[in-house]
């Protein structure tokens, strides 16, 4: 990185003319740079330099990612959107991503097309969940080595039971919170403790000493 792209960045983010009356501006984040509509981020096209993005241009990627972003079908009477990621081509029904295979013409999805492919996913979070507990963020799950229990982020082992045996997925589907909620405590005693809120430390600055000026006397 030169001194002059060094000093260019400084120039990020700026502003634009609103669109339909929200605001617009281009910035760089962790993905690369972007355009900024109200709360939508736009990702600016690989190659292209987002010094060069004006409003006429900006207005023409909203355009676009308006048209991108306008249902393709509907599934049970819900909008169905699709899209292009980190990890390629998807579909978005409800709050559900649903990756197309190379196999599907993207360009191109029929509804039996779209039909199919949320029916699978469905049918596969259905066969994920053993037990789950919105509310209190935790969920049995079906894993690749066996159930699980999953808390948040966070995934804890189911123990064995008393006999030494392993739980069986229709005995884990009338396992109770409570008891879930002990194993979870067993192998982690602050599981559920609030954590702190972190405070933000308080910059301080060092006071530079002043260097006292002695004057030479006269003789």
Do not use: C, H
Not at 40 to 45: D, E, F, L, Q
Not at 72 to 86: D, M, N, S
């Amino acid at each position: 990185l030169s001194l002059e792209e060094a000093l260019e960045l400084f120039k990020i983010p700026f502003d634009l003319s609103p669109v339909e009356g929200q605001p617009v501006s281009v910035g760089v984040g962790r993905f690369g740079p972007y355009v900024k509509w109200g709360e939508t981020y736009i990702s600016i096209p690989k190659g292209e330099d987002p010094f060069s993005v004006d409003d006429e241009r900006a207005a023409e990627l909203i355009r676009e990612k308006k048209i991108a972003d306008a249902p393709i079908a509907t599934f049970k009477g819900e909008p169905v959107t699709k899209g292009v990621g980190r990890f390629g081509p998807f579909l978005k029904y409800k709050d559900i991503f649903i990756n197309v295979p190379k196999k599907y013409d993207f360009n191109n999805l029929s509804q039996s097309d779209v039909n199919e492919l949320i029916e699978a996913k469905l049918e596969k979070e259905a066969n994920r969940y053993i037990r789950q507990w919105e509310d209190e963020k935790i969920s049995v799950e079906n894993g690749r080595w066996g159930p699980f229990i999953k808390f948040g982020k966070a995934m804890f082992k189911i123990p064995k039971k008393k006999d030494d045996s392993k739980y069986t997925a229709d005995e884990l589907k009338e396992v109770s919170l409570e008891e879930v909620k002990k194993w979870i405590t067993a192998q982690d005693k602050n599981a559920f403790k609030e954590k702190p809120k972190k405070t933000a430390a308080k910059k301080t600055t060092a006071k530079k000493a002043t260097a006292k000026k002695t004057t030479a006397k006269k003789k």
